[in-house]
């Protein structure tokens, strides 16, 4: 491309953009001051009302607001010790801007506030999924919303069954936080996607490397924060509706949310119900693939003299069918599957889910106690009961027979948990910020049916405490946290044929971090951590037939706890023209698990399926993920992301399996502020590329080749539709757009077929 040719295009686009839109790229720099004393207000809300968009200021009084348009806005204030205020604004090029509130007497004459907390930055790598970058993904599993995330991929087995990967690591190395809980489910399986419906979040945030001083045992690879919207802090009642379409399965989403608030207390009603049929790659139909979920929450909120009390409550069900072509008969016919291009039969699509299959029920109900403890903080209670039913159906009974129903699963296994979480944070003192606390859970696992895994009983305690300092203006922040964790686990292995077993487990994890300031614009982030987990029931007692994922499974009675130490650096740069976001990244872990082919598939009474069995080694894993996004010119922006990851196993001086190969993505947004029934629009294409892994292992012979590289080609339409009175949100995306033919090295279901072929969604979105 010449060099006169970018300058062109920009040139083109912008002529066509100016047509219909505004410009908005504009950014809002305001300043608030108490109207009396003229000094600058630290911490006051503000948001943008047009948008639903807003920031904080800092101590300040500053604040700033970007991607404004040529136009006027409102702008909502709040402050704890003052009147609400609202002022217009004219956006007309950069602007500057200085703003006056008034102080509440009357909260004055009884309230005395000595200091305030402020939620500061994490030092860790992280990434957060909100707003109208959210809206676009919803409709998607937790797994495939993530992917939109650098350093983020998803593990799947099938088209309807994924779960997050953070930088190469998954399952219980990664914890989920939902609204406050961390998620207790039969997370071990590559099969046991995350129990949550994506439709309750308001955010979604991404802790990337070792969080075991905040979180506890497990949070090796790093922590997912899923959080609901706050509840309404208005009188009146109000709500939203999210209706979604697919092509590719006829699947259909409803979810309808409502809540509101009166003089006594905040409430909210959510419910999802999803359905969808047999899913289609470019060649041939993926027989039994179809999927139905309903799910539903409440929440409360309300407060008797200075205590608040928050009562949520959550019920998941999902029924997804599994590949019918990965359940075979004989070994011969799984060999020509593996080798073959494509299943042997075809079959209709059908909303008809039959066996293999898995059916899912969670329940969490939690309560949240805040309670002030005088001039010196804050505390915290957590309390939560968690209900997790598995079932998973096979496809053949012994002798051959096919069997019908679901009255009677294989396998299935029952996990209530409860637990208690106490945190209490100090106010501000000398520059430093923290507090501490301490973290109690039980869970008893009843395997009902089969015998993949043993009954077992786990209880767990951890104590933490964590400091913050930093000194305004000086651009150094600094933190560091220790934390002690036990855990005792005792396994019913009689079915198995061994004596029970007791395991005691304990470990200390420790951090320390640092953020330094570069101007506005810049900061580099640096973090060392240690995180530990034990090995799961799973991995030490696993013998037999895991349906979902159409494997035999042995685990390995003689398996240590993992240790890993983990260092990230980061460095973000926000400029007027771009974006950056980069970091680089090593988790040295110890006694690392992994899951490896065996030589040859396993012949049962059900069937022949490819065996895996537990090992152990020494790992490393390195690599970097990256973001940049740049305002080519007025209206034109191209967003890139890339990750890369090196995973060694030590002992044998060879690569790990099952890690994510390289990857790079693009996309080119241009954006369309107002027609005459549109407003907020925008139009994208985006191209992702994933290369085939090559750094595998010499030692283990797969099943299967790793799969070649693929490149996926997308698009997305959208924006504010104004019909009359009524208004609504649109977005039509196409996923797949070329029906390109491949597999992924991170699916399962990539020995038995192709993944699926191109889908065209609809998603509405309306509030009231």
Not at 107 to 128: F, G
Not at 724 to 741: E, P, R, W
Request: charged share 20%.
């Amino acid at each position: 491309m010449s060099k006169h040719a970018m300058p062109f295009i920009c040139f083109c686009l912008s002529v066509v953009a100016a047509s219909a839109q505004s410009d908005c790229h504009y950014t809002l720099h305001g300043k608030v001051v108490e109207a009396k004393t003229n000094t600058p207000v630290p911490y006051v809300g503000v948001l943008v009302r047009d948008l639903a968009i807003g920031t904080t200021t800092d101590e300040n009084g500053n604040f700033s607001i970007k991607k404004l348009c040529r136009q006027s806005y409102i702008l909502d204030f709040s402050h704890v010790e003052c009147q609400k205020h609202t002022e217009s604004v004219i956006i007309d090029g950069n602007t500057e801007g200085v703003f006056q509130l008034q102080h509440d007497n009357k909260l004055l004459q009884n309230v005395v506030i000595k200091a305030k907390k402020v939620d500061l930055a994490s030092t860790q790598a992280q990434a957060t999924l909100a707003g109208s970058d959210l809206d676009k993904t919803k409709g998607a599993a937790l797994g495939e919303i993530l992917k939109s995330l650098s350093g983020v991929m998803s593990l799947n087995t099938g088209a309807t069954i994924s779960k997050p990967v953070i930088q190469g690591l998954h399952s219980d190395r990664v914890l989920i936080v939902n609204n406050g809980v961390r998620h207790e489910g039969q997370g071990w399986g590559l099969d046991h996607a995350p129990e949550i419906d994506p439709f309750i979040a308001h955010s979604i945030a991404v802790v990337k490397g070792a969080a075991g001083v905040k979180y506890g045992v497990g949070a090796i690879g790093g922590v997912i924060l899923v959080e609901p919207r706050p509840l309404r802090d208005t009188l009146g009642v109000g709500g939203e509706v999210n209706m979604l379409a697919n092509s590719n399965g006829r699947l259909g989403i409803l979810s309808t949310m409502i809540d509101g608030k009166n003089n006594l207390f905040s409430w909210r009603l959510q419910g999802t119900a999803k359905k969808s049929g047999t899913l289609k790659t470019p060649q041939y139909i993926l027989d039994n693939t179809g999927l139905e979920e309903f799910n539903g929450s409440t929440m409360l909120g309300f407060r008797l003299k200075k205590a608040k009390f928050d009562v949520f409550y959550s019920h998941f069900y999902s029924k997804i069918g599994i590949f019918k072509g990965s359940h075979i008969g004989n070994l011969t016919d799984l060999k020509n599957a593996i080798e073959g291009r494509q299943p042997a039969t075809d079959a209709p699509f059908t909303y008809t889910i039959n066996r293999p299959a898995q059916r899912v029920n969670h329940d969490i109900l939690k309560v949240k106690t805040t309670l002030p403890t005088g001039e010196y903080g804050e505390l915290s209670l957590n309390s939560f009961f968690q209900y997790d039913l598995r079932e998973e159906f096979d496809a053949h009974l012994p002798g051959g027979k096919i069997p019908t129903g679901f009255s009677k699963p294989e396998v299935a296994f029952q996990l209530p948990s409860a637990g208690l979480r106490a945190d209490w944070t100090h106010r501000p003192f000398k520059n430093w910020q923290g507090g501490g606390g301490f973290e109690v859970n039980f869970q008893s696992n009843n395997t009902y049916a089969g015998a993949l895994i043993p009954d077992y009983q786990q209880h767990t305690e951890g104590v933490y405490w964590t400091e913050r300092w930093r000194k305004y203006p000086k651009p150094l922040e600094f933190e560091a946290g220790i934390r002690y964790d036990e855990r005792h686990l005792s396994v019913d292995s009689t079915r198995f044929g061994e004596s029970n077993r007791r395991f005691a487990f304990k470990n200390t994890s420790a951090n320390i971090g640092a953020i330094y300031h570069i101007g506005t614009k810049g900061k580099v982030s640096f973090n060392v951590g240690t995180a530990w987990r034990n090995p799961n029931v799973n991995e030490l007692f696993s013998n037999g037939v895991h349906h979902g994922t159409a494997s035999f499974e042995r685990g390995n009675p003689d398996l240590m706890p993992e240790k890993a130490l983990s260092t990230n650096l980061s460095w973000h740069y926000d400029h007027a023209f771009f974006e950056v976001e980069a970091t680089i990244f090593q988790n040295n872990i110890s006694n690392f698990i992994f899951q490896k082919p065996d030589s040859t598939p396993v012949l049962t009474i059900r069937g022949a399926f490819p065996s895996f069995s537990y090992a152990q080694t020494d790992a490393l894993l390195r690599g970097g993920d990256v973001t940049i996004q740049a305002h080519l010119c007025k209206n034109l922006v191209l967003k890139t992301k890339g990750s890369l990851l090196f995973a060694r196993n030590k002992t044998r001086d060879e690569w790990l399996p099952l890690m994510p190969a390289d990857r790079l993505s693009a996309e080119l947004t241009i954006d369309y502020q107002s027609f005459k029934y549109l407003k907020n629009a925008y139009a994208s294409i985006g191209f992702s590329a994933v290369r085939q892994q090559t750094r595998t292992p010499l030692s283990i012979s797969d099943y299967q080749a790793p799969p070649k590289g693929y490149g996926l080609v997308g698009l997305s339409f959208g924006g504010d539709v104004l019909l009359k009175k009524h208004h609504f949100q649109a977005i039509l995306t196409v996923d797949n757009l070329l029906n390109q033919v491949y597999r992924d090295y991170l699916d399962r279901m990539r020995y038995f077929s192709d993944a699926v072929g191109r889908n065209i969604s609809l998603k509405l979105k309306s509030n009231f």
